[in-house]
């Protein structure tokens, strides 16, 4: 009686830790809300400055101009109900911001339990770089919200067909909100039949992945009619990042103009470009970007626990979503975008930042379920010791 006693007074407290720390997170993401839109809030709009006008000339969802069309239409509904476009850009990218949260409450608990969950949305949710780019309006974000959804369904235990449909809906439109997630999406797919058996698997991540294809099909027609490239706007992107690497941002020469395909990009340097400007863009940004877009540097300690974890247990899954969110940045990582540290800006570490959060709260949930087991076993040692005397 007195050992059920015991149990369920450690389950209470167990529980009331839990709703203590959810309702930390929660005032932790308002803070940080408020806290961006007092501090940032006149600064002006960056990546997407021009989106108001894409907006404005589209007529249809996949005619968004030089940007995909997931944030320029959310940006169309908000100027057709008349309101002001770069205030709806702000508070659009704050509401995608609260809805990441959201679904980083819901979607590790499946897998790593509540604790972790709860855990994993304080450390986003306290986060000034993720509060700053929301103001920003950031498609990187868009991308994440919709990343995480096709990470969720696409490997769920019965889930069948209907959730490879979802996860095919989820990439089709993080594809739309950013074309480079498209690498993230082939890199969760093949990390996660890596390990996974049986046939039924192979079609269901087929389903998937062709469903976000055939979403994302149309908007790469429409930049063929318009532009006479499927890629234009992509490609154009690439032509920015190899000038700033060959020339900064300094008045100088004339610089070269027009869309840089992905081959010529990928090897500007040579036959061994993109392998020397991956493993560049990995040593960067593991030792210099990731530790800093945490923020809060002590949590890096938290993040080794949770990889530490994660090989323990055998459970990969956040790590495979680590290394998917990398992949596309790599190539981009060491490319001095901002001269006063090198490197790229931020935002294009966000997807990285939420796979941080989530194993920095999965190493600390480990180390208190060490630290408990641990302290058990001790007192029944204790225990035993004082009986003997």
Known sequence: MRDFISTLLRMDRQKALSGAVLVLAVVALFINLAASWSSYGGEPLREAASRSLFAERSSFFYDSGLAEPVPVAALKLGMLAGVDPDLTVRVEGQFVFCLVFLF????????????????????????????????????????????????????????????????????????LSRLDAAWALLALTGLALGGARGHSRLKEAGLALGLALLLTLPYLAFQKAAFGDPLFAQELGLRHWANVEAYGYGLGRARPQGPLGLGAFLFRHGPAGPLADSVRGLWHAVSYELPRVIYQKALMVLVFLGIYASFARRSYR???????????????????QVPSRGGIELRYYLWALWALCALAAYGLQSLMEWLETETAGWGRKMARASGRN
């Open 104 to 175: 980083t409450l819901l979607l590790l608990r499946r897998d790593f339990g509540r604790e972790t969950s709860f855990l994993a949305a304080l450390f986003l949710g306290i986060n000034p770089y993720a509060g700053y780019y929301a103001l920003q309006g950031s498609s990187q974000l868009y991308a994440l919200l919709f990343l995480l959804l096709f990470w969720y369904y696409l490997p769920a235990p019965s889930g069948g067909r209907r959730s490879a449909l979802l996860a095919g809906l989820y990439g089709g439109l993080a594809c």
């Open 318 to 336: 956040l790590l495979l979503f680590l290394a998917a969110a990398l992949l596309p940045v790599l190539p981009l990582a060491a490319i001095a």
